[in-house]
């Protein structure tokens, strides 16, 4: 972990500013690192990924983040795709589809549409048997990575039920469209994605097709929940950095600014939310790892708890470093508005209140 840690800092360096402003991550980063296998580092070795542990895998995912949420939500996207190829596929499909992940082709998951965001129950994207093939149609919104991915991995209703399709990029009627401006994480090549009528061959659903939408939804997202709460903590850990410094070197009324008590609560706080967004990672990390039945309660407090404390620990980032962190560009600046989009993706703050409050409510 360490020696791809530091791999990913040489790569990244300090560029994220860069990337962030033009909207775009260089191809030749994303092809870097999923030929690496960092992109989906817990795929495992019997398909040629690295194998790691959750543990590993979020230590990494944070470091990223600490760098640039524009590379780690390309990895978290990875990872998902990965992750519901593992649990969805068939033997066959998966030892064709894990290899090409852990080796360079990169995927991103096509959930979202205009009128299905919280509730992917209301997804209208249809794929229906024609004849011996497949044939997909539907809008898909804000999918990240899109920009770079070779396939899409789309949710689609089946009849009665639901299936992930897969989609080459290339497929005649896949159209991608990158979105404007995004608020953060704007290099992560977030776009709009429609399949007009695309042709497909029969083995194209994850297994056989035909189960329920939320059950398909539930497999990915868990995934998504704990590397974007890793995320977080990279984030965390980044404005803990910048405004420790700042706050040390800068003197205002004689003393430097991290002496005036109001400040020092400021760093205070900042370090606890690292602190708490490290172990609840830490204990779900360790719940995907020994294959706890409490893991999907875990991910899901672990991404409310560090999306929420990554908000408040940017913004007191940007409080303490004020005109020095308040350009676009700035580590502070990018974390406020990054942070601000982890409250919404993975399932926003309100629905993992919900399914916290379905824990206590079916407990107690
Ligand atoms: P809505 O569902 O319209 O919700 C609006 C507000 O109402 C939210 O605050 C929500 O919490 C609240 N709300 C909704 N229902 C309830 C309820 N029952 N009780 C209480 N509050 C409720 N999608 C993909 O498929 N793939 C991706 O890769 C992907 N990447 C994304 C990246 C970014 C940066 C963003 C912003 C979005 C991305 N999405 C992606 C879409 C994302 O999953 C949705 O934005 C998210 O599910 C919320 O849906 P929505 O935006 O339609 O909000």
């Known amino acids: 972990v360490a020696v791809a840690a530091s791999a990913v800092t ?21 092809r870097k690192l ?33 760098l640039c949420s524009s590379v780690r939500s390309v990895m978290t996207s990875q990872g998902m795709a990965a992750w519901a190829v593992e649990r969805l596929a068939g033997p066959a499909q ?4 894990l290899p090409r992940l852990a080796t360079g082709d990169t995927a991103a998951v096509a ?5 299905a965001g919280s509730d992917l129950s209301a997804v209208t994207t249809t794929v229906a048997v024609d004849g011996d093939s497949l044939l997909l149609t539907g809008r898909k919104v804000w999918v990240t990575a899109a920009d770079h991915a070779d396939l899409f991995l789309v949710l689609a209703r089946l009849g009665e039920g639901g299936a992930v399709v897969v989609v080459p990029r290339g497929a005649p009627g896949v159209r991608v469209r990158r979105m404007a401006d995004p608020l953060g994480c704007r290099a992560a090549g977030h776009a709009e994605v429609r399949f007009d009528a695309v042709r497909l061959p029969a083995g194209s659903l994850l297994g056989d097709g035909g189960q329920s939408l939320s059950l398909l939804a ?44 109001l400040v020092a609560r400021h760093l ?13 990672c830490e204990h779900a990390s360790r ?67 919900l399914l916290l409050a379905d824990h206590v409510l079916s407990r107690w």
């Open 94 to 97: 998966a030892a064709e589809l």
């Open 287 to 353: 719940c995907w790892d020994d294959g706890s039945t409490d893991l999907v309660t875990a991910t899901v407090l672990a991404k409310y708890v560090s999306a929420g404390q990554a908000v408040r620990g940017a913004a007191a980032a940007v409080q303490v470093l004020a005109s020095a962190g308040a350009q676009d560009g700035h580590p502070v600046a990018r974390a406020y508005r990054d942070a601000k989009l982890m409250e919404i993706i993975e399932g926003s703050t309100e629905m993992c209140q």
């Open 34 to 66: 999923g030929a690496a296998g960092q992109l989906a580092p817990q795929i495992p070795t019997r398909y040629g990924g690295p194998g790691w542990s959750s543990a590993d895998t979020g230590e990494f995912t944070a470091h990223v983040g600490s």
């Open 268 to 280: 205070a706080e900042l370090w606890a939310a690292e602190q708490v967004a490290t172990r609840v």
């Open 218 to 261: 539930t497999t990915a997202l868990t995934y998504g929940r704990i590397s974007v709460a890793w995320g977080c903590v990279g984030i965390l850990r980044a404005c803990v950095a910048a405004a420790g410094e700042h706050a040390g070197l800068r003197h205002q009324f004689g003393r430097p600014l991290g002496r005036h008590q």
């Open 111 to 115: 959930f979202s549409e205009p009128q």
């Open 10 to 30: 040489a790569l990244v360096g300090h560029r994220a500013a860069e990337w962030d402003r033009a909207g775009r991550l260089p191809t030749e980063v994303v």
